[in-house]
């Protein structure tokens, strides 16, 4: 073979050199990664992230909390504004009404309920149906009690102004005849001796009894 010239040569090594450097740096370039990156062979391993500081942000110029314009708006209400209580005894007054005196045979009374706030501040009390009852008496001897045929009862709670009096709206007619829970609906109940036999209508509302009752004669 024909001898090389000495510029071949040297060539050659340089090529030879190039390749060492270049087989170096790859062998290290592997280790460096290997111990750079502690968490890649590990697939549930956390990743750590680094948040760049951040300076403390300027207060927004806006309220960070305001009421919401669909919220409710609750008025306060005035520490003096007075609380009305529940009547008493002491406040009211409880009187049995009759359209009359004394009853020609074929007429029936018409019976009614008076009450009236006597004290000198306004107070709330039931006077539903609920808590009406109207009695008709001769002596111990019940004859007639508005509850014992009363229908669909209601409640209504009203304030009674100090010094008003209230009547019932719709008198309640006593038709003579006995009254039972058992024969509400018998049209042959026992009739109410009438030849100017002597009757008492006593009336109940809100819990409040009348004081007195009210006399009636039949004829």
Known sequence: MPRQSAAVYRRRRLVVIT????????????????????WSDQADAPVKTTTPATSPSKKSESPSASPSEDAPK???????TPV????????????????????AAGKNPQLS?????????????????????????????????STDCQKDP????????AGQTVNSVKPVVWDRTRSSV??????NRPHA???????????????????????????
């Not at 390749?19 to 502690?38: E, H, N, R, S």
């Not at 009305?84 to 009853?103: F, K, L």
């Not at 209601?154 to 102004?161: E, N, P």
């Open 19 to 38: 390749l060492a450097v270049v087989l170096i740096l790859a062998i290290g370039g592997g280790v460096w990664l290997a111990v750079a990156q502690p």
């Open 74 to 80: 609750v008025e306060p209400t005035p520490s003096d």
């Open 84 to 103: 009305i209580s529940a009547c008493t005894a002491a406040d009211v007054t409880v009187d049995a009404v009759t359209d009359a005196t004394n009853y």
């Open 113 to 145: 309920i008076r009450l009236q706030n006597t004290g000198a501040k306004d107070c709330t009390i039931n006077v539903g149906s609920t808590t009406q009852k109207l009695t008709v008496s001769s002596g111990d001897d019940v004859w007639w009690r």
């Open 154 to 161: 209601s409640d209504m709670i009203v304030t009674l102004k």
């Open 182 to 187: 058992k024969t509400c609906g018998d049209k």
């Open 193 to 219: 001796p009438g030849g100017g036999a002597s009757y008492h209508v006593t009336v109940s509302i809100g819990g409040f009894d009348s004081a007195q009752s009210e006399q009636i004669l039949l004829y």
